[in-house]
């Protein structure tokens, strides 16, 4: 069982569609990433959470510390959005374990 | 814009042969990390460094070795290739004061044939 498992791991949305992606989580950790990685590799580093929710624009990020669990949430999903969505986190030897990804495309 | 620059961007290697990838990070982030990606999967830690002291690795062999520099750049080293070392390989970069926010480069998309 991997300590980091996405759900789903493919998800086509209609543009302007509510978008959750989920990541469970099975070690202690000190944070927990959300990352966005585009074609040709480039990762951008969407959010750090170590409790509670965080907000920019039209993402929402949502961490459950007890129940070792985080949700991605797109508002008003745009092609734009298309991309892979990773969520990794921190463990106590401070080494960064990935999930597999979300593919998400988002159509016109 | 992450500020943290890689290169090569592509290169292409023969089985047995050394390569070394680079990344130059933004000043004051004394901590990078390195991560192998292969195709359709998540990255997988290599090793990180902390003021050019290694701090952490992941499951790789030693072949895999790596250098950090005053100057905020570091290199990772792979010996002896294999053709199951044809990944993307991507560093990552913080610094005090952002707790452990993430700086990635773009990567270099090393195929060993």
């Known amino acids: 069982k991997n300590e980091v498992e996405q759900s789903p791991q493919n998800l086509t949305a209609q543009e302007g569609e509510f978008i959750t992606i989920n990541c469970s989580y099975s070690v202690g950790i000190s944070a927990l990433h959300w990352l966005q990685q585009h074609p040709g590799g480039g990762i951008v580093s969407l959010f750090m959470?170590?409790?509670g929710k965080k907000k920019h624009g039209r993402l929402i990020a949502t961490i459950n510390i007890q129940e070792k669990h985080s949700s991605l949430h797109i508002t008003a999903s745009h092609p734009r959005d298309s991309a892979v969505y990773i969520c990794?986190?921190?463990?106590?030897?401070?080494?960064?374990?990935f999930g597999s990804g979300t593919q998400l495309t988002v159509l016109p | 814009e992450t500020g943290v620059t890689q290169s090569p961007t592509h290169l292409i290697k023969t089985r047995g042969q050394q390569v070394t990838l680079r990344c130059s990070s933004q000043?004051?982030?004394?901590?990078v990390s390195w991560y192998q990606q292969a195709l359709g999967q998540g990255p997988q830690f290599i090793f990180q460094y902390y003021r050019e002291e290694e701090n952490g690795r992941g499951n790789f062999p030693p072949r895999f070795s790596g250098l950090q520099f005053p100057n905020y750049s570091s290199e990772l080293n792979v010996n002896a290739l294999e053709l199951d070392d044809s990944a993307l390989y991507l560093c990552?970069?913080?610094?005090?004061?952002?707790?452990?926010?993430?700086?990635f480069g773009s990567g270099t998309q090393l195929s060993v044939l």
């Open positions: 990794a986190v921190t463990g106590s030897a401070r080494q960064l374990t």
């Open positions: 000043s004051g982030h004394n901590t």
């Open positions: 959470l170590s409790s």
């Open positions: 990552a970069s913080s610094y005090p004061g952002t707790g452990e926010k993430l700086f």
